[in-house]
């Protein structure tokens, strides 16, 4: 059989009949109960049996495909005749809009349909009406003349029951971890992380943006923060907080004095006497080139800490002063001729603690004699043996420091040369007075 369209519905044909569509004759309205030959009026004849009427196909009351009731009235129309075996239609254009309808006529519909009030099949909505057999966990789906069970999104049909799929076992819809539920399953992310707005991608969260817990320094990484502390500062065991580290107690070699911790810092001081360079090194001030009490008859010696006033002239009788700290005792004095014939004073510190041995101070002649021998002593002030006098030279010697000294303390050495005639006729002897001041403190 081969389809045939016409106004309002179908018919079926067998493939050999010839169709004659006629537009000529004007359209005319029929009656409801003939809209079916307004639409398709057609005789069959076959020139081998004899006519056989289009009534015979509709007795059954329904036209098929068509979905319209048929009578006999309703295939009255004009015969044509053709050859053997070859059918053959005639078709006038029928209105479309045009429903038929009589309800004193019942129609035969397929399973799944019903007839509706205008006497036409209609797909029957199972799922709405409820005479579906879906279970409970299934999903009923309404088909054209039936239905179909499904399981609902997120389950599977295993057998007849619909179970839940495991979306985490699938490839990986989440970025670092899925969790299956019921149905469905959502990401989570790892600490540090949280869910960009498609709820699948993790992006790292800056901790140090959204809720710095650092004390100090916070440092955002991939997945996490770390907090680090300012120079003078170590984190606690909390990770987060920070605390001042004790740098004088780390070292006793940050300062040349004193070490004093400040918050994130330390700073060093230096005894009376001195100013602290660079930080940490002690400086001895010189009190005579700023500020010192001496009165104008003295003269001012700075040393290692601190500074003393010693006379401008430091000469006893019967010595007179003839030069700066020179003191000679004149010949024409009776007196002098058992005394040094001169008494030279001179001033030195040295640091406390200083290693030993070593050579602090030379002596040297002043005054070559032709013919003369000099000897060097320590005519006093070395009563506990700290230094001992070296001879370099006929006319110098070394001053070595052989015990070790701690101050503040002043020792005064006499150093006498002595010198004599190498044939005896000529003595005399001069001494050098020196004053030795040593500092409190090793710097």
Known sequence: MKCVNHYGGYLCLPKTAQIIVNNEQPQQETPAAETVGAAANAVATSGAAGGVGASGMASSGVVPGTGYVASAAAVAGPEVQTGRNNFVIRRNPADPQRIPSN????????????????NICQDIDECTAGTHNCRADQVCINLRGSFACQCPPGYQKRGEQC???????????????????????????????????????????????ASNQCAQQCYNILGSFICQCNQGYEL????????????????SYLCQYQCVNEPGKFSCMCPQGYQVVRGRTCQDINECETTNECREDE???????????YPRNPC??????????????????????????????????????????SDIFQIQATTIYANTIN????????????????????????????????GPREYIVDLEMLTVSSIGTFRTSSVLRLTIIVGPFSF
């Open 236 to 251: 606690s065991s909390d990770r987060l907080n920070c605390e001042d580290i004790d740098e004088c107690r780390t070292s």
């Open 103 to 118: 309800p004193s006529h019942r129609i035969q519909c397929a399973t799944g349909y019903e007839q509706s009030e205008h």
């Open 163 to 209: 179970v839940d799929i495991d979306e985490c076992t699938m490839p990986p819809y989440c970025h670092q971890r899925c969790v299956n539920t019921p149905g469905s399953f959502y990401c989570q992310c790892s600490p540090g992380f949280q869910l960009a707005a498609n709820n699948y991608t993790c992006v790292d969260i800056n901790e140090c943006d």
């Open 316 to 357: 006893q009788d019967p010595y007179v002063l003839t030069s700066e700290n020179r003191c000679v005792c004149p010949v024409s004095n009776a007196v002098c001729r058992e005394l040094p014939q001169s008494i030279v004073y001179k001033y030195m510190s040295i640091r406390s603690d200083r290693s030993v041995p």
């Open 299 to 309: 003269m001012c010696w700075n040393y290692h800490g601190g500074f003393r006033c």
């Open 375 to 406: 000897t060097f002593q320590i005519k006093a002030g070395n009563e506990n043996g700290e230094f001992y006098l070296r001879q370099t030279s006929p006319v110098s010697a070394m001053l070595v420091l052989v015990k070790s000294l701690s």
